[in-house]
């Protein structure tokens, strides 16, 4: 059976590490709360392809908390 994560193209990943490195999507990740987080969560579906790169890579939201 494959995974999400199996299932994501080398175009995927690189774009999902663009979003890892973000300064942005780094600040919403670690402090859950705030203007930039609230930022990150409205424009990660619908504008950010780094974004939803991400989310297709993690199987995560751009927002959430990592392991």
Known sequence: M???HNEASASDKALAKVCE???VCLHA???Q???VYDFVTR???D????????ERV???KAHE???
């Open 33 to 35: 709360k705030g203007l």
């Open 47 to 54: 504008i950010c392809p780094f974004c939803r790169a991400y």
């Open 58 to 60: 993690h199987g995560k």
């Open 2 to 4: 494959t995974t999400r």
């Open 65 to 67: 908390k990592r392991g």
């Open 29 to 31: 990740r670690y402090h």
């Open 21 to 23: 490195l973000c300064p």
């Open 43 to 45: 424009i990660e579906e």
